[in-house]
């Protein structure tokens, strides 16, 4: 019997249909085999400009988005896990380009994927200029798909923030998470594993990732030099991520009462009898992104912050071999 690509299960014109319905979403001139975005106007302030990419996924969270059937928000998680990391070092988006893979392409389901890209790179004051589907029933079952996403922005040399300016004294500026976001997310899983406790929790469980695009880059705008650090808690959490910017000889000194944590955190640490040191050490706690300032121009930083999303002063630097205490 003769084989075809389409009886392997790949529909190259289905698969091309659905790339000619998704241009929409795309800001920028799109040729043939790549995207096209016009670097000279971000050049004009810039004496020595920086290039910075972020690569990254959403991770297990995509399985409870298709359990559910809800496919319009992981996609700016997909952006929110790139863009956040490249403002840590102080960079402003410029394009995105996303790749999804799948066991069968479905376009309803698959544009409302796009939906959420689209949304994310909006949120992020970004464009999204290309990306690539692949269908490979060999390697997912047919309603599964993958995201991985990938992001550019730029930055002048001389503020580019490494954590090198950090010093005992510092004030942590903790900003509110919108919840779990898109780590620890095979331990979710686990904690909860009946239907019930997943249709209960189903709107936590999905909350997209805080887009910290824009306030952190108001912020920047106006206390560039008061920001020694700012780091995205993400896998790993408060014990990995947040420490990486610390210089050698500091550490964090956090005052666990000083923001409110989400409720899911407390149920997820009741049901599945999460240490202290698990809870911290995967997810964000409420806190999604936090940056190391000055202590002169705190309360000034703080102020700002809050007109975008709920901040707190939750710690200080101080000198020591632990990288983290808290209180």
Known sequence: MAVSYKKAGVDVEKAEKFVSNIKKFLSTDSKAFSGVFP???????KNNPMLVSSSDGVGTKLLLAQKFGIHNTVGIDLVAMNVNDLICLGAKPLFFLDYIACGKLNNSVLEKVMEGIYNGVKQSDSVLV???????????????????????????????????KIKAGDVVIG???????SNGYSLVRKIFKSEKDLNRYKKELLEPTRIYVKPVLKILDKFGKQIHGIAH?????????????????????????????????????????????????????????ILIVSKTY????????????????????????EKIKFV
């Open 39 to 45: 670097l000279k106007k971000f050049l004009s302030n």
């Open 233 to 289: 808690i993400t896998g790993g959490a408060w014990f990995i991520k947040a420490v990486k910017v610390l210089p050698q000889e500091l550490g964090f000194y956090i005052k666990r009462e000083s923001w409110i944590v989400p409720e899911i955190f407390n149920v997820m640490q009741k049901k599945g009898k999460l240490s202290f040191k698990e809870m911290y050490s995967t997810f964000n706690m409420g806190i999604g992104m």
């Open 175 to 181: 900003i509110a998470s919108s919840g779990i976001h």
């Open 130 to 164: 290309g990306g690539e589907t692949a269908e490979m029933p060999d390697m997912y079952k047919k309603d599964e798909y993958d995201l991985a996403g990938f992001s550019v922005g730029i930055v002048d040399k001389s503020r580019v923030i490494t954590g090198k």
């Open 298 to 321: 705190a309360d000034n930083i703080l102020k700002l912050a809050g007109k975008f999303e709920k901040s707190y002063i939750i710690g200080e630097v101080v000198k020591s071999k």
